[in-house]
């Protein structure tokens, strides 16, 4: 079964940087486009960023500016380097999939204080 763990996230003020990285146990990673998604406390889970095979990426109007995606299909893993953080970034932090056709993993959970 594909596994997908994340990890990184973390309590920083706002204003402050973190850096999530997630690994895949796929060996389609290559292949897939990935995404960054976070979900709020009682809230829907939204998509935050996506990046494709190639590197292309796209983002939330939200986290435009302060977030940047990336991957190393060598390690099968992609990142989200997040500056500027503001407390509403506060959420739990999942990587899919753009189509959420993996399992889900167990997320990493980012509070930002004000």
């Known amino acids: 079964q594909v596994q997908l763990v994340e990890s990184g996230g973390g309590l920083v003020q706002a204003g402050g940087s973190l850096r999530l990285s997630c690994a895949a146990s796929?060996?389609?990673?290559?292949?897939?486009?990935m995404a960054w998604y976070r979900q709020g406390s009682g809230k829907q889970r939204d998509l935050v960023a996506t990046?494709?095979?190639?590197?292309?990426?796209n983002y939330a109007d939200s986290v435009k500016g302060r977030f940047t995606i990336s991957r190393d299909n060598a390690k099968k893993t992609v990142y989200l380097e997040m500056n500027s953080l503001k407390p509403e970034d506060t959420a739990v932090y999942y990587c899919?999939?753009?189509?959420?056709?993996?399992?889900w993993g167990q997320g990493t959970q980012v509070t930002v204080s004000s």
């Open positions: 899919n999939t753009r189509g959420s056709s993996l399992t």
């Open positions: 796929t060996r389609f990673f290559s292949s897939y486009i």
């Open positions: 990046i494709t095979p190639g590197g292309n990426t």
